[in-house]
């Protein structure tokens, strides 16, 4: 199983985070598509899996949700898609290290946002509503409880709840790089993706499904809905820019970046 150091990993994701900006748009919002549909794949898998556990089984089965959950990020990273919380990562320690120009990270960042709703929002509502998986019990009363969790958080709760998430979801696509063959992917993705799902923290890509769902069933609204959205995003994009990226970026390849006096001697000679 190959394995890459992490100052290696370091570059592999600024060679990701160069290719996933440099995207056309048309290729950006179809894996986009794709990268929304796959999670909310994963989610609506963990829903069907615990809706009909008996209630004394306590925590087991949670991590029996959180074992199967990450399904739609080994779908992204092997089959190939664009995630938004993923690229908060690669993109971002690109731009940093001076691939990726600011206004190329946010549009990318901005079309990925777009396309993964599109993607959770078509799963929530052709395989949740139309096709009924979120809407008959007991997995209706599963989809509406964790919802409603998720609904009930104040702004800082969903914040911070946001950072939490996306620190484990950014470290589960840096670990991605480290391997070479897809077994050491998936075991790479599997864990912390897992551990984030378990502990519960707030994935926006996530609710895009979840919460969507509840309200196609009839519970919520749209304005508790981007309520929601907005501390998820802005924590989201903490943990992944600054407690991954931009952490590895200064451990690993800040030193390597060239000096303003040697870009200028560099220009002179």
Same mark, same amino acid.
């Given at each position: 199983?190959?394995?890459? /150091?992490?100052?290696?990993?370091?570059?592999?994701?600024?060679?990701?985070?160069?290719?996933?900006?440099?995207?056309?748009?048309?290729?950006?919002?179809?894996?986009?598509? @794709?990268?929304? #549909?796959?999670?909310?794949?994963?989610?609506?898998?963990?829903?069907?899996?615990?809706?009909?556990? /008996?209630? $004394?089984?306590?925590?087991?089965?949670?991590? @029996?949700?959180?074992?199967? %959950? /990450?399904?739609?990020?080994?779908?992204?990273?092997?089959?190939?898609?664009?995630?938004?919380?993923?690229?908060?990562?690669? &993109? !971002?320690?690109?731009?940093?290290?001076?691939?990726?120009?600011? *206004?190329?990270?946010?549009?990318?960042?901005?079309?990925?946002?777009?396309?993964?709703?599109?993607?959770? @929002?078509? &799963?929530?509502?052709?395989?949740?509503?139309?096709?009924?998986?979120?809407? !008959? =019990?007991?997995?209706?009363?599963?989809?509406?409880?964790?919802?409603? *969790?998720?609904?009930?958080?104040?702004?800082?709760?969903?914040? %911070?709840?946001?950072?939490?998430?996306?620190?484990? &979801?950014?470290?589960?696509?840096? @670990?991605?790089?480290?391997?070479? =063959?897809?077994?050491?992917?998936?075991?790479?993705?599997?864990?912390?993706? +897992?551990?984030? &799902? #378990?502990?519960?923290?707030? *994935?926006?890509?996530?609710?895009?499904?979840?919460?969507?769902?509840?309200?196609?069933?009839?519970?919520?609204?749209? +304005? $508790?809905?981007?309520?929601?959205?907005?501390?998820?995003?802005?924590?989201?994009?903490?943990?992944?820019?600054?407690?991954?990226?931009?952490?590895?970026?200064?451990?690993?390849?800040?030193? $390597?970046?060239? !000096?303003?006096?040697?870009?200028?001697?560099?220009?002179?000679?």
């Amino acid at each position: 199983m190959g394995y890459h /150091p992490p100052k290696k990993m370091a570059n592999l994701a600024v060679e990701a985070g160069k290719t996933k900006a440099e995207l056309p748009l048309q290729s950006m919002l179809l894996l986009g598509f @794709l990268g929304g #549909a796959f999670i909310a794949i994963g989610y609506l898998l963990a829903i069907r899996v615990t809706g009909n556990l /008996p209630e $004394d089984w306590g925590s087991f089965g949670t991590f @029996l949700g959180a074992a199967v %959950f /990450p399904l739609g990020l080994i779908l992204v990273v092997v089959a190939g898609a664009e995630l938004l919380t993923g690229n908060m990562v690669a &993109v !971002t320690i690109a731009c940093l290290a001076k691939k990726v120009r600011v *206004h190329k990270l946010l549009a990318n960042w901005f079309w990925i946002t777009v396309s993964n709703f599109i993607g959770a @929002l078509f &799963v929530a509502y052709v395989f949740g509503h139309l096709v009924g998986l979120t809407e !008959t =019990d007991p997995y209706l009363t599963k989809t509406i409880a964790t919802a409603e *969790h998720k609904l009930e958080e104040n702004f800082w709760q969903c914040f %911070f709840s946001g950072i939490g998430c996306n620190w484990l &979801v950014g470290l589960a696509v840096w @670990l991605s790089y480290g391997s070479e =063959d897809i077994s050491g992917k998936i075991l790479a993705i599997w864990f912390p993706i +897992m551990g984030f &799902v #378990a502990i519960g923290f707030q *994935h926006v890509i996530a609710n895009m499904f979840i919460i969507p769902a509840a309200i196609f069933a009839g519970h919520g609204n749209w +304005m $508790d809905y981007f309520q929601n959205f907005i501390p998820v995003f802005l924590g989201n994009a903490v943990g992944g820019s600054l407690f991954v990226a931009m952490i590895y970026w200064i451990a690993y390849l800040k030193a $390597d970046s060239p !000096t303003l006096s040697n870009k200028k001697a560099t220009y002179k000679a």
